[in-house]
């Protein structure tokens, strides 16, 4: 009897635990997006829009640092983030394309407030958040975040955080990926959440949980004796 209820114990107290919410993805679409020259702010067509243009290298002669905005949403913590990204128009290439943190405020990236010349060396340099090299146009790009990346986007939780975006390989006058990017998609970033902690039993959960197993056992004993007698 004692074992019968042991083990009954332990199998209502696991199916509890392993009652925790699955692990979560959500995809997330920039608040924001558009690039930066050294002598402009917002120095490409719809700058500063959800859609913007977000060319990543040098348009005549003129070198571009993008960015990208998202809202985070405030919850769980995130453990592993992807950027998944429509290279566009590519020309030049291959071009490797590294992702920056960005110290500058978000509004003020989009707003087009901030200092063209500051602002484009912070939206390339800094800690490097991942990487990708872009090819063909319209290949979709994949990029995994570091474990840098993580911790700025779980401080970033109900508020808003930009990436910066630099082409690494830059060689020609015409020379990007990106290009004519306004309304490109995919422009996402998918966010994987842990697992919500499973909940825990109050008194009168507990008391039913009790109850079953002691019906249960008293089950267990009658068909026992049962089988003695017979």
Known sequence: MANVLRILALAGVAS?????APVAAQTLTPTAAGAYS????????????????????AASGESRRSYLIYSIP??????????????????????????YDVSTTPSTIAAGTATPGSTYTDLGTGVVFGTA??????????????????TAINAARGSSIAFGFNNETLS??????????????????ILVSAPAPAPVPTL??????????????????????????G
């Open 74 to 99: 405030a919850g769980q913590l995130i453990t592993s983030a992807t950027l998944s990204l429509s290279a566009a128009l590519v020309a030049d290439g291959p071009n490797t394309i590294n992702v």
């Open 204 to 229: 009168s959960e507990w008391a039913m949980i009790m109850l079953g197993l002691t019906l249960a056992g008293g089950a267990a004993l009658y068909l026992q004796r049962r089988r003695q007698i």
């Open 172 to 189: 020609a006058a015409t020379d990007y990926v990106f290009g004519g990017s306004i309304n490109s998609t995919p422009r996402s970033l």
């Open 133 to 150: 090299v872009a090819t063909t146009n319209s290949e979709t790009l994949t990029i995994t975040l570091s474990a840098d990346a993580i």
């Open 38 to 57: 050294p002598t402009a702010a917002n120095a490409t067509g719809a700058s500063g829009a959800p859609n913007g243009n977000f060319l990543t290298g």
């Open 16 to 20: 509890w635990a392993l009652a925790a």
